[in-house]
């Protein structure tokens, strides 16, 4: 179960210095609020800033000037165990099983988003 206020005080004080600013990240970060506004929603509801991801990994830029984040991935707090892959229009979301290291000692887990297409405007 996700602990919602302890996941909303994480992002409530992550910097924004602090999320990747990398070309693939801002490109993203500029647009995901505005492409995927019921995913917004959904993360929000979890506590969850959709403009502070915790890694990305996106693909190349197809001939049509878009790119596909194959994963998007996020830190919540609390317990992975009953948390369900939901599906959201056009995305899914499910606990992440490989992701980097997050440093952090608390008690919590990564979930990934798929897929995320936006276009390359960076």
């Not at 609020?33 to 506590?47: Q, T």
């Not at 499910?94 to 919590?108: G, L, M, R, Y």
Request: hydrophobic share 35%; with cysteine.
């Amino acid at each position: 179960m996700i602990d919602i206020q302890k996941t909303r005080r994480y992002y409530r004080y992550l910097d924004k210095k602090e999320v990747c600013n990398c070309a693939y990240c801002l490109n993203y970060i500029k647009q995901i609020e505005f492409k995927y506004p019921r995913l917004g929603e959904y993360l929000k509801s979890i506590g969850i800033d959709i403009t502070k991801p915790f890694e990305t990994m996106p693909v190349e830029v197809d001939s049509q000037g878009n790119i596909e984040y194959a994963i998007v991935q996020y830190i919540a707090f609390g317990d992975e165990k009953d948390f369900k892959k939901t599906d959201i229009p056009d995305v899914t979301i499910e606990v992440a099983h490989s992701h980097p290291s997050t440093n952090i000692q608390d008690k919590h887990f990564v979930i990934e988003i798929y897929p995320i297409v936006l276009k390359w405007i960076i």
